[in-house]
């Protein structure tokens, strides 16, 4: 109770700071936005947190410098590093805050983000009036912080209910009827929910990356890791887990006995790798296992899942995607009661889509493994059928769909 007082402290005071010097910033553009017009094509897109370069945005903007498109398009990203890498290859990568970033802001028809809330750094003052297309970053199986009726998330409802329900979308990207339904329109408000499908997707259809600039902003290392161990016939089990604690304020956990896990991946020929979430603050002890490698949780992981044989989940929406190549998925729920009385409750469709051995403790899952492992693959019929539960596309035509429905929606009206 404590802590979230304290958020709710902090994120009041920040709103505040935000709404007020915001609103000032707004009447000294206003005039620029009355009297020149923005250009209609013309578009901005944003990466997820201070702009990195993952996910659905990632996957759209290399669509877009292959096509070509008759618009002018720009990746904003705040933060040095990925600013500093992709300028190397592309001219059309800003950095912001920056004159000539707030101009192009300033004078752009539409924003594409992903998972990414425009009142950071005052970029939504800038972008008053363009229409905006949120990419999102997974059909998942969470309840949304804004539609759960759980005590720290009441107490969160507020703030959660102005930053997340009332953004009021022009455009949010969906992936089938199904999400539309019965995820996508509990939570948000948008004009439109197109069902084109995700961006990052496109790569499973295309079964290894078509374009070398995939391999931009992913984790090199990891990459090559798994190409040692795979010239020698190991199996790569990647493991996938959730944040815990309030908007992953909290520190992360890892139920598992490490050395136990290591030495069991040296008797039955398997590379783990870990991919933490994005948001997690890592306090776990990463010791320098042979068979255990850690993921950078910055970097796009997606070329990753390729390579894999099986994911290890537990409530995260990746494992979503992740069923379009087919293969087996346990999952991990080693506090799912606690989970959902503390962080957040699960769809009343779960079921639906966690189709896997699911284990509560490392011996139950080690040995979940060791059969998903041995051609065990009863559970691919039902993978396939939920795979097309959730995504109505599946073919690599996802970008293609989406700058189509920009094309139509906002361009040529």
Request: aromatic fraction near 14%; charged fraction near 25%.
């Amino acid at each position: 109770m404590k802590l979230l007082r304290r958020i709710l402290k902090v994120q009041a005071v920040y709103k505040i700071y935000t709404l007020l010097l915001g609103g000032l910033l707004l009447l000294l553009v206003s005039p620029i936005l009355i009297l020149l017009p923005r250009k209609k094509k013309q578009m901005v897109l944003f990466g997820t947190g201070n702009g990195l370069f993952i996910d659905n945005v990632k996957y759209f903007f290399l669509y877009l410098e292959k096509k070509k498109p008759d618009l002018k398009y720009y990746f904003i990203t705040s933060n040095q590093d990925v600013h500093r890498n992709l300028q190397q290859y592309f001219d059309k990568i800003l950095y912001y805050p920056s004159l000539k970033t707030i101009w192009i802001l300033l004078r752009s028809h539409m924003v594409v983000t992903d998972n990414t809330v425009l009142d950071q750094n005052f970029r939504f003052v800038f972008l008053k009036g363009a229409r905006h297309i949120q990419l999102w970053h997974g059909a998942g199986i969470k309840k949304f912080w804004n539609t759960t009726p759980k005590l720290g998330t009441r107490l969160l409802k507020p703030y959660f209910y102005f930053t997340e329900k009332k953004r009021n979308f022009d455009s949010f990207i969906s992936t089938s009827e199904f999400f539309t339904q019965n995820y996508f329109q509990q939570a948000f408000s948008s004009k439109k929910f197109p069902i084109t499908g995700y961006p990052r997707n496109d790569i499973f259809w295309q079964k290894n990356p078509a374009n070398p600039f995939q391999l931009l902003e992913t984790d090199q290392d990891c990459l090559q890791k798994i190409k040692d161990y795979q010239s020698k016939n190991s199996k790569v089990v990647i493991y996938v887990p959730t944040f815990r604690g309030v908007r992953g304020r909290g520190n992360n956990e890892l139920a598992f006995d490490l050395v136990r896990l290591n030495q069991f991946a040296e008797e039955n020929n398997i590379l783990f790798i870990f991919k933490l979430h994005p948001v997690l603050r890592n306090t776990a002890e990463q010791n320098d296992f042979d068979r255990i490698v850690w993921h950078r949780s910055d970097k796009d992981v997606y070329p990753v899942l390729l390579q894999c044989d099986a994911m290890i989940t537990d409530y995260s929406s990746i494992f979503i995607d992740y069923m379009i190549l087919n293969r087996p998925i346990l999952f991990y729920m080693y506090d799912k009661e606690e989970y959902e009385k503390r962080d957040r409750e699960l769809t009343s469709f779960h079921k639906q889509f966690m189709i896997g051995h699911q284990s509560h403790q490392q011996s139950e899952l080690e040995a979940s493994i060791v059969k998903i492992l041995s051609a065990d693959n009863t559970d691919q019929k039902k993978r396939e059928l939920a795979t097309r539960l959730a995504f109505q596309y599946r073919d690599a035509d996802a970008s293609k769909r989406l700058l189509e429905h920009l094309t139509a929606s906002y361009i040529r009206k």
